[in-house]
Nanobody, 124 residues
Framework: QVQLVESGGGLVQPGGSLRLSCAAS????????IGWFRQAPGKEREGVSC????????YYADSVKGRFTISRDNAKNTVYLQMNSLKPEDTAVYYC?????????????????WGQGTQVTVSS
């Protein structure tokens, strides 16, 4: 069964940090581009970051650039999103998604598989 499972969300104070994990089962992430998205209540889903299957090229939305870092550990079949200097406006449900794109150095435009999401709340 193909599955993506996010974890690591929670409640954190402004300025704090969280590390989200996206673990894959039923397939190997090595050949997949991975994206992180978020959706806040009443807002559209937005792309936060992505990492290519090859070369480890990354992309960040302007709103998180310099604060978030995406990385992948293919041995653990997991992709991470390290989030530092969190702000209240980062509050959202965070989703990871995967697209089969072997040998590509760019991020996917569309995604095949989605996780169920993990809640991140930034509040004092």
């Amino acid at each position: 069964q193909v599955q993506l499972v996010e974890s690591g969300g929670g409640l954190v104070q402004p300025g704090g940090s969280l590390r989200l994990s996206c673990a894959a089962s039923g397939f190997t992430l090595d050949y997949y581009g991975i994206g992180w998205f978020r959706q806040a209540p009443g807002k559209e889903r937005e792309g936060v970051s992505c990492i290519s299957s090859s070369a480890g090229n990354t992309y960040y939305a302007d709103s998180v650039k310099g604060r978030f870092t995406i990385s992948r550990d293919n041995a653990k079949n997991t992709v991470y999103l390290q989030m530092n200097s969190l702000k209240p406006e980062d509050t959202a449900v965070y989703y990871c998604a995967a697209k089969y794109l072997p040998g590509r150095s760019s991020c996917p435009r569309t995604y095949e598989y989605w996780g169920q999401g993990t809640q991140v709340t930034v509040s004092s």
